[in-house]
Structure formats: C-alpha cells, structure tokens
DNA sequence: ACCATCGGATCAAACGTTTGTACGCAGTGG
DNA sequence: CCACTGCGTACAAACGTTTGATCCGATGGT
C-alpha cells in the first residue's frame, strides 16, 4: 500500500506537506497542493483511516444494533441509518444480535473497542440492563422504536398512542361498538401503549369494552392466528379487532377464513406497521403505517449531532404514525364486500422523501 | 480512555510487558501474566482495536455491499454474513447501495480506505465494471447471489437453472403443456439462467413455447401485474406461468384476480425465492425457496478463508434450491371447460443459447 | 572461576497519519 | 541595516499498539 511518505519522496516534499495538501491545508500555496495531488492520484494512494483514527481519536463509524435485520422493520431502520450517516461520510457496522442478551453485551463492548463514535440501538428490550451499563460508558448512543424508562437518552419513537388512537377511531367513526384489541407481549412498551389508546377511545365514546375480546400474543402470525381463532368462536363475536401488528393481524385473517368469518363484512381488521406486504393484493389490510425508514435516518441524525457538537437540547422525538385504510375495514354488518372505498397505498411516499 | 501505559504505570512494569500480558504471551510467567490482567480489569480497559488495526495491518473487519438492506431477500444474506463473521471476531460494516453504481464505487474505495479485509458483494449486477476494478485491487471479496461472467472470483449463489428445472418439471408432471415465462431483467444472469433450464424442460418434454407468453420484466410486483394483465387478456392463454421471482409472481396473481382468472383451477402459477410472505395464508404461493441465510454464511466463510490462509483452491458454490409446494398449482383444466386450442407451432431459436 | 544459558523484563522501532512549532528566506518599512 | 512580517516548508511528537532486539541477573555446568 502507497503511504504518504512515499508520495512526499515522490514530490521531494516532506510527509507533512503532503499530509496539508491532501488535506487542503491553506498553509500551502495552490501550485504545490495540486501538484501533490497529482502525484497522490498517480500513485493510487488511498488514506489510512485506521491511522487517522488513532490520531484524531475518532474513527467516523457508527454501530447498528438489532435483533434481526432479516426482518424487513429493521431492515429499513438499517436503511435510513445507512444511508444517512454515508451521507455525512460515516460508515456504519451491523451487529445483528438474534435477540441475544449475551450478544447485545459481547457487541457493545467490541464497539466500544474499535472506538465507533456512537450507537443505534434499535434492539433493547425494555429496561434492559445493558442499556444503564452502556449509558455510564463513554459512548453517545440513541435508541429507536423501542425506549426504555431507566435511561434518559435520545431516542426516536413512533407515537404509540396516536397509532392506536387512529385505528380505534377509525373502526368507531365506521359505526362499529364490538371492538377487540389483541396486544403484543406485555412487556413491550409500544403495544401497552397502543392498548391504552384504544381503551381512551373506547371511554370517549363511551362505548363498553368486552374484557373476552382482549388478548396478549407473541408479535406472530402464528400467536394472532390462536388467539383469532379463541375471540372468534366465542359466544359473542366482536364486530372489529385491532391487531397491535400486521403479524398478528394477518393470523387473525387466516383465522376469520378458516371460520368462515368474511372480512370486511363480518369482522373488520387493522393491524399496525405497514408490513411490504400488506398491501398485497390479496390482503389488503388496513393498518397504521410507521415511517420505519425515517426514524432510521432520524436516529443517525441525532447521533451525529450528538457526537459532532455534543448534546445540546433534548433529542427525543415522536413520529406522527398514518392510518392507511385498504379493504380489511367496513361498517358493522355489511353484506357485499365488493363495495369497497379501495384508498390506492401512498406510494411509499416517506420513503422517497430522504431515499437515496 | 484508558491505555496500556496507564496499566504500565499502576502495575510498575513497561507497556511491552502489559501487552504480552494481555495476549497471553508465553515469555511471561503466570503470575505477572494474572496480576496485569488484574489491574486492567480494575481498570476499565478496552483494547483499541484502531491502533491494532494500524500495526498488524488488519482491521478484522469485513465490507457488506448490498442494493437493499430493507429488502428481507438481502436481510438474510446480511444475518448469515454478520453471523459467522461475529462468530469469528470479525465485524461487518454494512453498505447500502440503493442500487446505484456510483456509490457502489464510492463505498469500495471508503471500504478501502478503512482497511477492510474483504468484501461481501450481493449487489453486483452483472458485469458491473467496478468489479473489475476490484479485482485489481488487493481486497479479496466474493460474490454472493448474482455471478459476473468477467471476474474470476469466488462466489456462492444458488444454482438457477435447477431451480428452473424443478419448478418447470413441476408443471410438466401436473400436466401442463401450455407454459409461460415471466423473467427478470434481461441483464440478470441468474434470471436468465432460470429461463435457459425452463427451456431445457419443455424441449426435454417435447413441448412447444409460445414465444407470446414470454415476458421480461422488473423484479417488481408492479411489473408482474403488467405483464401478467398483457398474457392473460391474449388471444390464448397459458394455463400455466412460472414466474422468475416471487414479486412477479405476486403481481400476476393480481392480475389473474382483476381478470377472473382463478388459481391454480384455470391458472397454475409458480413463484422464485420464497419470500417470508408467499406462505401467507391468503396466498400459498408455489415456489423455489432459496437458502439465502445460507447463501450469507457461506459467502462469509469463504472471505474469512481467503483473508486467512489466502485462496487455496477454487470457492465456489452452487446452492441447491427447494421446490416449495403450496396451493397455486393444480393440473391443468381442472374446471374449466374445454377452451383449450391447439397453439400455433412457436417460433424457436430466437436466441441461441450462449455458453457458460 | 568462567562461560553459556535462560527467565523475566525493558527498549525502541514501527504502523500511517496529523499538527504545533520552528526554521529559512524574501520582502518591507523605518 | 535591523527588525519585523509572512510565506513555504520541514521537524518531530503524538495517537496506542505489537514485537524483535536487548539487557540484566541468577543459575548451572565444566
């Protein structure tokens, strides 16, 4: 590998003054900057970051932290990162942790070791302990779509409440009063949050909540398809379920055609994140969308705020969330489900705004 | 942060000693070896990788180049890559290209600059130039996914033309004579290739191509839809499409449904990739699944390898696909009357098959 | 008593940069 | 003619490690 020594013995200059002109130093004259230069691009010199980062104490890499960037959720949230700490001359490594607790701390200390400026943890469970272990460490750090109470540290959240405000009262305003709600695990902040809502709704109108319609699952297809099939062969059948996640929602479905149940005239459905594939053809699902890709780019910015000019003010923001009303919703009752109101999707509008 | 000579100083011994100390030296006795250890410990010590990086020449970090990290086919790829790469103490820095060429090279000579040891790349289109300049550069990489013709570098992809083999064949045992092809772009080997062995089939099998059921079009449901809509309002119509990736796929279903064309009685429908979602309750795609998680660790193994104890022999890999059998296949005819036509003997040898 | 050996530890160079300080030199104003 | 200024450049230290060479004292053999 070329140095910059070797490009000064090349120049018959001194490391230093390359070390200026590469830099655009406006110590030295433009002649002598540009002619380094050429020799510099002659020789296919590349810089050394590994140096530069020993030196400046700074290696200008950020850490990701999730717990499976298979899953497309994440995989935006890595979008937006990416994309945005490239964008100001960051790269980014991926920890993937597989929701490993072990991994998470095997992880954080690697990052604290290759000296990355800051962390994205979109993997913390809630009050994880890691998080305080981390938060006295040295290391800025934010956290996206989950938050923990312990820590007071920037964050970047969709706003739970307002999801669920919107669902419910979308289901309410169509004229249904039987309305189930079917949670996440009960130690995930967001989807409490979400029931809460719902249940603020409910009061609003003052519409009576059946506790047999209220559930807890795992964010699966699977655990929404159980607990679809116990809500809908009971005794009394909600007119309309809001699912605290399009896994759960899609169970749900699979439940309901499995039962006979037709959506949307029998049962109406919402689900929560505007999974790629809810807008399948097939599907059709109404559901409140987050803007995944921009809380990603929303976090990088924080962190690189933080890490350029250190904190200033709070950084904590909540993403307004968006009801996207497909074909799974109607009035209570409806017969034909050809008369649908088809909203066409947004065009994936959120994503163009900072995309690429 | 706390450094070697700071453990020096506390311990009254040279930063040397403290290193060997720390790696475990075999010219160090025990007990120095321990107390060192001890006071490091105390201390709060993290080794700075920066500086490690700069001495040894190493960074035991790896590139992961990537068109869409949000894309859950690429979000595998990146589970296995980080994954193994974790397991063998390496990082992997995550690249974004969005498909754009120009920060694909943008991304290769910042991954350079920052010492990588080596490169996934998933994002090659084929005979992208820029590989080739990567080839002349001493960063040993791999190609995962898609193949270039021009560079003869290790690779793992899954083998296409099996996979076109198998879904084909599975149309061919159902019955089915009358059999489309909706392929990728046309500068997409693997596409390509899945259309080559699709051929292969229906000559085995004595069985005619209609050349107008032959499409090209984007990896997008989008596309699928339209290409989709153009055979099936023809003049006659296959009764049966094998779609070159499951996108596509989808997009023809929805055509079938707009048309009345029903699934899999009068229309049997094959898909590539098995994407988290073709298992979906409501669409029970048939289609060839692709061990992409796999795919993502092997390519992984392969770089550490060649990183490690350099290329021995030749890495290369073909990964056998899996026909997935779902509910849009059936034999042909299944309800529908007897619309069925003799078709016109195709035009063949438009293309002559090129080499591999 | 001498030399060789050896265990235990230190020294110093090296990795590739950046950057504060100093140096030499030309011009300028007094 | 001196002091000052300003410009262009060089020197050298520093960042935090690793590691070959070296050193020192004790031990053991002859």
């Not at 998080?131 to 996206?144: D, N």
């Not at 009061?203 to 699977?222: G, M, N």
Request: with cysteine.
């Amino acid at each position: 590998m070329v140095t910059i020594r070797d490009i000064a013995q090349a120049a018959g200059v001194s490391p230093s003054t390359v070390s200026r002109a590469l830099n655009d130093s406006p110590l030295l004259p433009d002649g002598t900057k540009s002619r380094i230069r050429e020799i510099a691009r002659e020789l296919g010199y590349e810089r050394n970051e590994l140096a530069l980062g020993l030196v400046k104490g700074v290696s200008r890499v950020l850490g990701l932290v999730v717990p499976d960037i298979g899953n497309p959720f994440f995989g935006e949230i890595a979008r937006g990162v990416s994309n945005t700490a490239h964008n100001s001359g960051y790269s980014v490594v991926l920890c993937n942790t597989e929701g490993d607790r072990e991994r998470e701390r095997v992880y954080a200390t690697l990052l604290r070791r290759r000296r990355v400026d800051g962390l994205v943890l979109a993997s913390v469970k809630m009050d994880d302990p890691y998080v305080l272990e981390l938060a006295r460490s040295q290391t800025p750090y934010v956290l996206v779509s989950r938050l923990s109470r312990f820590v007071d540290a920037p964050f970047v959240v969709v706003d739970d409440r307002e999801g669920g405000r919107l669902a419910v009262e979308h289901l309410v305003r169509l004229g249904h009063t039987r309305i189930g709600f079917i949670g996440g695990p009960s130690d995930v902040q967001s989807s409490n949050d979400r029931m809460e809502a719902c249940r603020e709704v409910l009061d609003d109108h003052r519409i009576d909540i059946d506790e047999t319609w209220l559930r807890s699952a795992e964010f699966t297809q699977q655990a929404g398809h159980e607990a679809g099939l116990e809500i809908l062969s009971g005794p009394t059948r909600p007119s309309a379920l809001f699912a605290a996640n399009d896994m759960i929602a899609l169970g749900v479905m699979q439940a309901a055609d499995e039962l006979g149940v037709t959506i949307p005239a029998e049962l109406s459905l919402v689900g929560f994140n505007d999974i790629a594939y809810a807008a399948f053809p097939r599907i059709q699902l109404t559901t409140v969308a987050q803007p995944t890709y921009d809380m990603g780019c929303i976090a990088a910015e924080y962190l690189l705020a933080v890490t350029q000019h250190g904190r200033k003010r709070k950084l904590r923001k909540f993403l307004e969330p968006r009801l996207v009303v497909r074909n799974t919703t109607a009035p209570p009752g409806t017969t034909s489900s050809g008369t649908q109101q088809t909203q066409p999707r947004a065009k994936r509008g959120l994503r163009s705004k900072k995309g690429r």
